[in-house]
Structure formats: structure tokens, C-alpha cells
């Protein structure tokens, strides 16, 4: 209670954030504009967009913050905690076109890359 009454800290689960430094912000500023610009002014009228993702299912396990607390303040203060980039994974890929043609998902193994 003291924690609480007299010094106003609460107890935070610890956040996790992307480890993304000020060039790659600039970066994904950059691309989203010119992306934005091709949509709203296409080459050629009548031009057939197709839009992918891929997703990352991590097969590690995972870190339960529920049990990993941080006394602070505020939660701006509890620090983040990067993850890596390339943990274990199994990758999930699919397309859809702007005339509502969706791909089935793709599966691929660990080691693959796509680009």
C-alpha cells in the first residue's frame, strides 16, 4: 500500500514495441506516400492492383507479461522490451485483386523467403 499511497506507483505489465529507428521511419513515410500518389493517379485507367501480405507465426514461446510487472509512475515510463527480428517461424502468404480475387494461403517452411 505504500507503494501506492504515499510514491503513486502502480504495478504495469511490461510493453513490447518494434525496434524502429528514425530512417526506417522516414522510410515507411516515403514509400506511403508514393503508394498513396499511384492509387489516387494510376498510369493507365482500368489498372488491376493486387495486394499480398505475408504473416510471421513465431513458434517460439511465448513471454507471458501478465507475471512480468513494472512499478512506475505512469506506463510511460515501464520500459519496452525489443523482440528480434527472425525468430522461429512458418510464414503464411495470400493475394487479393481489386476485383475481389482472393489466392488461398500459401504455407512455406522455415528457411524460405519471399520477395
Same mark, same amino acid.
Given at each position: $500500500?505504500?507503494? #501506492?499511497?504515499?510514491?503513486?506507483?502502480? /504495478?504495469?505489465?511490461?510493453? =513490447?514495441?518494434?525496434?524502429?529507428?528514425?530512417?526506417?521511419?522516414?522510410?515507411?513515410?516515403? #514509400?506511403?506516400?508514393?503508394?498513396?500518389?499511384?492509387?489516387?493517379? +494510376? %498510369?493507365?485507367?482500368? *489498372?488491376?492492383?493486387?495486394?499480398?501480405?505475408?504473416?510471421?507465426? &513465431?513458434?517460439?514461446?511465448? %513471454? #507471458?507479461?501478465?507475471? #512480468?510487472?513494472?512499478?512506475?509512475? &505512469?506506463?510511460?515510463?515501464?520500459? =519496452? !522490451? +525489443?523482440? *528480434?527480428?527472425? +525468430?522461429? *517461424?512458418?510464414? !503464411?502468404?495470400? &493475394? %487479393?485483386? /481489386?476485383?475481389?480475387? !482472393? $489466392?488461398?494461403?500459401?504455407?512455406?517452411?522455415?528457411?524460405?523467403?519471399?520477395?
Amino acid at each position: $500500500m505504500a507503494l #501506492n499511497d504515499d510514491l503513486r506507483y502502480f /504495478s504495469y505489465k511490461r510493453r =513490447r514495441g518494434q525496434l524502429l529507428t528514425e530512417m526506417g521511419r522516414e522510410r515507411r513515410l516515403g #514509400n506511403a506516400k508514393k503508394l498513396l500518389h499511384l492509387l489516387k493517379h +494510376p %498510369v493507365e485507367l482500368g *489498372t488491376l492492383w493486387f495486394f499480398s501480405d505475408k504473416k510471421n507465426f &513465431c513458434q517460439d514461446q511465448k %513471454v #507471458n507479461t501478465q507475471n #512480468n510487472r513494472w512499478l512506475a509512475y &505512469c506506463p510511460a515510463d515501464v520500459p =519496452r !522490451v +525489443p523482440q *528480434t527480428k527472425f +525468430p522461429q *517461424t512458418v510464414i !503464411v502468404f495470400s &493475394c %487479393v485483386s /481489386s476485383e475481389g480475387d !482472393v $489466392m488461398p494461403p500459401n504455407f512455406f517452411e522455415q528457411g524460405l523467403r519471399l520477395n
